[in-house]
Each structure stands twice: as C-alpha cells, then as structure tokens.
C-alpha cells in the first residue's frame, strides 16, 4: 500500500430544489493511493461529478451541501476548511479536468494568459520571466507549439481546446488530478491521441488521477483501479483486473457490461438492464438497485447491503453477504 | 440483380459560405439494398448528417441522383415528395431538441398521419398512437405527457414511434443513440433491430461509434471530409480494413477489455483538415503515414478490390 493522497468517508450530499430534496451521493467510501489512476464509472446522474466537486468544495452555493460524511486531502480535512484555504488547494494541489471543453475556458483571454493565471496565483516566488518559461514549457508538455500562446479559444480545435485545459490542471503539479469526462466530446481519434499524452504526463509527473467517465474502454486503457457507481453509492470497486477479470460481480455492473456492443465477438442481442435508475428525490429502502435487479431477494427489499471484501476487490450486495460469504466468495 | 431500395448517383451537397464552397458531401456513391442496414461512420464534421438530409430531401442537394427503387425522387415536385415522404422517415440525433415540447407524446406520434391524412377517423388514429407506443414499449400511462416530463431513453422511443407512425420503407437514424447512457443505448438498439426483423425496414444508421455501428449494420460506409473512402460489409470492414484512415479509426477505438491495455497504438497526428474548397487528390494525406506525391492525382474514385470491398487509395489499384 502505497500513501494515501485521499480518503473520502461516508460522504453524502444532498441538493436542495424548490420542489424537493436531492440525494446525489449517498454514502460514499472511496481511498485514493499516491500515483494511482482511478476510473470512477456510472450511468447519468449516478452522482459522479457530484462526488468530485464535492472534494474541490465547488457545489453550487445554497443549492448543493454536503450533509455527512469526511473528506480528507492528505492531512487536509477539506470539510472543514475555509473558503481562504480553499483557494489555496484548488489549482495548487488539486485541480479539475471539466467535461466541455468549448465552455471551460475563458472566451476573451489568450491561452497563454489563462495558463499563467493558475501560476500567478499559486507560486507568488516566480518572476514574470519564470512563468513565461513555465507556461512554454507545460504548453510543449501537452504537444501544444509555444508560438500559439497568444491565441485565444476560439482559433483552437476541440481536442486542442482539451490540451490546454489539461495544460492549465497540470500547470502547478498537482498532487491529485480530477479528469470528468475529459474525452467524451471528442472523437475517437483525437480521444486517442489526448489519452496516450494523459498516461504519459501521469508516468512522467506520477500525478494520482480520478477519471470520471462512462465508457468501460477508456477505463480498461489507462486506469488501475474502478469504481463502480450507482445512485450515489460505490456499488463495486477493485483493482482492474477484478473488474473487467474477476469472477464475482455486482448484477449492476454485469448489466453495464452486457449493454455494450462487443468490438470481437459476434453477439446477435444485447442484454440491457431493464428500467431506469431510481429517482434521486426519493430513494427507495433496501438497495437501491433492487427493482432492476435479477436475482433480487426478500433481504434487498428491507435492507442496503454491506460492503463485502475480498481482497482488493468490494462489492456491495446482499448476493456476496458476509452470512452468504462462505458460499459465494470464498 | 433486383434493384436497391436506396441508391445515391454522384449526390453532392455544397453551403455557400463567404470563404468558399464548403464540400460537406463529395460525389457519394451508395446503396441501401432492402431489409438491410448500411451503417455511415465517420468523425464530427465528415459531412454523415448531410448525406442523411440529402436523400431525404431535407437538404436540396447541389448535384447527382437519388434514387428510390430505381426512380430519381430530386425530379419529384412538391406534391409528389409529400406523397414519397410517406415511404422515408428519420429518426433524429438529439431526443431534447427534436420534440415538440408544446405537444403531448400522442400529439407528436399522430403528427406524421395526421400531416399525410393516411388515417382521418379520430378513435382510428387513438388505437394506432397505442398501437405504437406498444410497439417501442412505452407505457400508455404517458399518451398525455409532455416530453419535457420523460427521460432520454423514452424520449427517443416516440422519436421511433413517429418515425414508425407511417410504416415508411427506409428510415434515417441520425445518431438515434449518441445522446444516451449505455444501458438505455443498448434497449433502443435491440428494440430497433427487433423493429427490422418483424416489419423488413431498411435503415441507413448514420453513427459516430463504431462498436454500435458493428453491431447493428450489415454493410459500412466510412466517410472522410464528404468523401466515401471505403465500403465493405461489416464482417469484411472489420477483419480487413483496407483504407488507412479505417485502420487508424478502428485502431482509436478504446475496447473494454484488459488484453488490450499494453497494446502499442497508431495514433494519427493532427486533426480534420478544413472541407471549404479541399484541393484535388486524396483528403486524408496530410494525416497519413503512406502518403506519396501520387496522392494529389485527382481521381479518388472506389475501386472494388475484393469482392464487394470497395476503397479509395492508391495503395489499392
């Protein structure tokens, strides 16, 4: 085991709406190792960015609260920090890889300036020349020429768009990496070409990356460790070979497996699941992924399941109980 | 041979725009034989939806032919297209934007047969609304709500269900399923193929993801910057892809399973180049590791080079 970088317990958060409350996340365990990339999977609303804003403190004031739960960033306890201190880590030590890339960066301000900005920011000791050849040498870093600093936006492509917010989350080194979605308005093969230069910058700065992303491909590509989420809660988690080789599964990620086209079998259905995640605004008792669930039993009706272990590997669900435990994990 | 339900000769689609003509679809030349699906991938921007739009005529094309079992439907005037339209339909990309949000889910189902007066009698047209939403399981529970009050997946089960309303022969399916998480991708994928099986439809499935495109399509048409580089049947497209930049495509596609994780990749470098006035020869050499000085000959014409495996590149004579 390696050094921990962040600890999330039992995190829930609620948003609060005119008409109802929202439970976005639920309980929610997760550990992050120094240098580890972990894919953080689910459906639309399963409460994915929730729990990574959540971390960075960023959910929307007077709307989202955190109302249970530690998040700890290192010795940080990110909960009870200010907004002054805040300040501090965001961009500093950890920093946020938003999904659209057209939309996150500043319209008015050249490139060059919007990376500057994070260092001016954050390492107060650099003189102007210094952040000059640091912005050259992070754009390079990202296969962005130096001589397009002073271009703005909107003269960039979508995957060079994505480059150079890359550029601006790694501009001060980060310690953690919060990467939601960062290809998925892409196309492939500018996905493939911004994946292959992520995975080196991790090697190369050994940065611990959350990903956050839908697609089981780009998981099985560049992550070591998968979490699997749904309505709010980590439903599975394990390194990656439990997940895409292990033997025991939660139904749920069974189902998210079975609803993807196979690229090298020949498959003539696909095997969705049924229905629809519960409503957020009114989760049921018992586990949440009972009414879509196959081998439901009375147990799930009444009770959330347990986390169970298995060496690296955690699934929460009654099928793998610690009293079913001799039968089914062992 | 009998002849294909859908057959393109030379279509061509230009926009004017205040820097040029912009080459959206190049001379495309494509069959859509009938009861079979013809998958068109290709990146953002490669000019898929146009060529989806053309041959329905939602677009004007600028030149070639598009022919309806052997008929040219661009001669058609505007009485005789609203009769044809009868026969093809589309289903759109994006279930928020394509839905009146004014109209309830029966309104929008009974649009199409209200629009074409093929069924008049009130309680008639109520049964055939039912009588659909059966069909691409919705609940009736919903025949009075307002597409603002349902979710993606059944969003775009009453786009199917106005798509299907007049039992058109060939259906355009615009990216039905980009828009969607997997597991609900995955119901309206099976319940399209189900769709086909029962009533023979022809579909042209115009996608971006190749693994749903593989799945789904019995021939593939891959396009680059309004251009047709290669057409094979699927089976051949993915054992065998010929075109480099099919090889590239292919190669990019991240697959869920760790076998592939320490495969070396060939990424290509940059990106879409600009389709306003191309230069003659191929599209593609600035991004492609075999380009030779032959690759600016104009002629970029396919070539069959095994059976029914058509491709556009010198590599291939």
């Given at each position: 085991?390696?050094?921990?970088?962040?600890?999330?317990?039992?995190?829930?958060?609620?948003?609060?709406?005119?008409?109802?409350?929202?439970?976005?996340?639920?309980?929610?365990?997760?550990?992050?190792?120094?240098?580890?990339?972990?894919?953080?999977?689910?459906?639309?609303?399963?409460?994915?960015?929730?729990?990574?804003?959540?971390?960075?403190?960023?959910?929307?004031?007077?709307?989202?609260?955190?109302?249970?739960?530690?998040?700890?960033?290192?010795?940080?306890?990110?909960?009870?920090?200010?907004?002054?201190?805040?300040?501090?880590?965001?961009?500093?030590?950890?920093?946020?890889?938003?999904?659209?890339?057209?939309?996150?960066?500043?319209?008015?301000?050249?490139?060059?300036?919007?990376?500057?900005?994070?260092?001016?920011?954050?390492?107060?000791?650099?003189?102007?020349?210094?952040?000059?050849?640091?912005?050259?040498?992070?754009?390079?870093?990202?296969?962005?020429?130096?001589?397009?600093?002073?271009?703005?936006?909107?003269?960039?492509?979508?995957?060079?768009?994505?480059?150079?917010?890359?550029?601006?989350?790694?501009?001060?080194?980060?310690?953690?990496?919060?990467?939601?979605?960062?290809?998925?308005?892409?196309?492939?093969?500018?996905?493939?070409?911004?994946?292959?230069?992520?995975?080196?910058?991790?090697?190369?700065?050994?940065?611990?990356?959350?990903?956050?992303?839908?697609?089981?491909?780009?998981?099985?590509?560049?992550?070591?460790?998968?979490?699997?989420?749904?309505?709010?809660?980590?439903?599975?988690?394990?390194?990656?070979?439990?997940?895409?080789?292990?033997?025991?599964h939660h139904p749920y990620t069974i189902g998210l497996f079975g609803s993807i086209p196979?690229?090298?079998?020949?498959?003539?259905?696909?095997?969705?699941?049924?229905?629809?995640?519960?409503?957020?605004?009114?989760?049921?008792?018992?586990?949440?992924?009972?009414?879509?669930?196959?081998?439901?039993?009375?147990?799930?009706?009444?009770?959330?399941?347990?986390?169970?272990?298995?060496?690296?590997?955690?699934?929460?669900?009654?099928?793998?109980?610690?009293?079913?435990?001799?039968?089914?994990?062992? | 041979?009998?002849?294909?339900?859908?057959?393109?000769?030379?279509?061509?689609?230009?926009?004017?725009?205040?820097?040029?003509?912009?080459?959206?679809?190049?001379?495309?030349?494509?069959?859509?034989?009938?009861?079979?699906?013809?998958?068109?991938?290709?990146?953002?921007?490669?000019?898929?939806?146009?060529?989806?739009?053309?041959?329905?005529?939602?677009?004007?094309?600028?030149?070639?032919?598009?022919?309806?079992k052997g008929e040219d439907i661009l001669k058609y005037d505007k009485l005789k297209m609203?009769?044809?339209?009868?026969?093809?339909?589309?289903?759109?990309?994006?279930?928020?934007?394509?839905?009146?949000?004014?109209?309830?889910?029966?309104?929008?189902?009974?649009?199409?047969?209200?629009?074409?007066?093929?069924?008049?009698?009130?309680?008639?047209?109520?049964?055939?609304?039912?009588?659909?939403?059966?069909?691409?399981?919705?609940?009736?529970?919903?025949?009075?709500?307002?597409?603002?009050?349902?979710?993606?997946?059944?969003?775009?089960?009453?786009?199917?269900?106005?798509?299907?309303?007049?039992?058109?022969?060939?259906?355009?399916?615009?990216?039905?399923?980009?828009?969607?998480?997997?597991?609900?991708?995955?119901?309206?994928?099976?319940?399209?193929?189900?769709?086909?099986?029962?009533?023979?439809?022809?579909?042209?499935?115009?996608?971006?993801?190749?693994?749903?495109?593989?799945?789904?399509?019995?021939?593939?048409?891959?396009?680059?910057?309004?251009?047709?580089?290669?057409?094979?049947?699927?089976?051949?497209?993915?054992?065998?892809?010929?075109?480099?930049?099919?090889?590239?495509?292919?190669?990019?596609?991240?697959?869920?399973?760790?076998?592939?994780?320490?495969?070396?990749?060939?990424?290509?470098?940059?990106?879409?180049?600009?389709?306003?006035?191309?230069?003659?020869?191929?599209?593609?050499?600035?991004?492609?590791?075999?380009?030779?000085?032959?690759?600016?000959?104009?002629?970029?014409?396919?070539?069959?080079?095994?059976?029914?495996?058509?491709?556009?590149?010198?590599?291939?004579?």
């Amino acid at each position: 085991m390696g050094e921990k970088i962040l600890e999330i317990e039992n995190l829930h958060v609620k948003y609060k709406t005119d008409e109802s409350d929202i439970y976005a996340v639920n309980g929610l365990n997760l550990c992050l190792n120094k240098g580890e990339t972990l894919g953080l999977v689910g459906e639309t609303g399963a409460g994915k960015t929730t729990a990574a804003l959540s971390i960075l403190k960023l959910l929307p004031k007077k709307i989202g609260f955190i109302t249970e739960g530690s998040v700890k960033l290192g010795d940080i306890d990110i909960i009870n920090a200010t907004d002054a201190d805040m300040r501090l880590i965001r961009g500093d030590m950890v920093s946020m890889i938003f999904q659209d890339p057209m939309t996150s960066l500043n319209p008015i301000l050249r490139i060059g300036e919007q990376i500057a900005e994070v260092l001016q920011i954050h390492k107060k000791d650099m003189s102007k020349q210094q952040i000059e050849e640091r912005v050259d040498e992070i754009l390079n870093l990202v296969g962005i020429s130096k001589d397009r600093k002073n271009d703005y936006p909107h003269q960039f492509s979508g995957g060079m768009k994505q480059r150079v917010i890359i550029a601006i989350g790694l501009a001060c080194e980060p310690d953690l990496l919060l990467a939601d979605e960062p290809t998925t308005a892409l196309d492939v093969t500018i996905q493939a070409q911004v994946l292959e230069m992520m995975q080196e910058l991790k090697d190369k700065l050994n940065t611990s990356m959350i990903l956050i992303t839908h697609d089981l491909g780009v998981v099985a590509q560049i992550c070591d460790r998968v979490a699997i989420m749904y309505a709010g809660q980590i439903i599975e988690i394990g390194n990656i070979e439990d997940i895409f080789e292990g033997e025991h599964h939660h139904p749920y990620t069974i189902g998210l497996f079975g609803s993807i086209p196979n690229m090298n079998e020949e498959s003539k259905r696909l095997k969705p699941i049924a229905g629809m995640m519960p409503d957020p605004s009114e989760l049921p008792v018992g586990c949440s992924f009972k009414e879509r669930c196959a081998s439901c039993m009375e147990i799930c009706k009444a009770e959330n399941p347990e986390e169970a272990y298995l060496d690296t590997h955690m699934i929460k669900c009654h099928l793998f109980d610690r009293k079913n435990e001799s039968k089914t994990m062992s | 041979m009998s002849t294909p339900l859908i057959q393109t000769v030379g279509l061509k689609k230009y926009f004017k725009t205040p820097k040029g003509d912009l080459h959206a679809v190049d001379d495309v030349n494509l069959t859509v034989e009938r009861g079979k699906t013809l998958g068109v991938v290709g990146e953002s921007g490669c000019g898929k939806s146009t060529l989806g739009r053309s041959i329905l005529r939602l677009l004007e094309p600028t030149s070639g032919q598009v022919l309806y079992k052997g008929e040219d439907i661009l001669k058609y005037d505007k009485l005789k297209m609203h009769e044809m339209r009868k026969n093809m339909q589309i289903i759109f990309q994006d279930p928020y934007a394509s839905l009146n949000p004014r109209m309830t889910v029966s309104e929008i189902i009974a649009e199409p047969m209200r629009v074409c007066k093929t069924i008049t009698d009130k309680k008639e047209l109520d049964d055939k609304v039912n009588e659909l939403m059966n069909t691409v399981g919705l609940a009736n529970r919903f025949v009075n709500t307002y597409p603002h009050e349902l979710d993606g997946g059944r969003r775009q089960r009453i786009g199917v269900a106005r798509a299907l309303a007049l039992e058109p022969e060939f259906i355009v399916c615009d990216e039905p399923v980009s828009a969607l998480d997997v597991s609900i991708q995955a119901q309206i994928l099976n319940l399209m193929m189900d769709l086909q099986d029962e009533h023979g439809f022809s579909y042209m499935f115009i996608t971006h993801d190749l693994s749903v495109v593989k799945h789904i399509s019995t021939e593939i048409a891959v396009m680059y910057l309004g251009q047709c580089v290669e057409v094979a049947s699927t089976k051949e497209l993915f054992s065998n892809p010929l075109h480099p930049y099919t090889q590239a495509l292919l190669d990019a596609i991240p697959i869920p399973s760790l076998k592939y994780r320490n495969k070396k990749r060939t990424v290509i470098k940059g990106e879409v180049t600009s389709p306003i006035n191309p230069k003659p020869g191929c599209r593609f050499a600035s991004r492609c590791k075999y380009a030779k000085s032959e690759c600016v000959s104009p002629d970029r014409s396919l070539k069959e080079v095994n059976a029914n495996h058509f491709v556009s590149c010198i590599l291939y004579k």
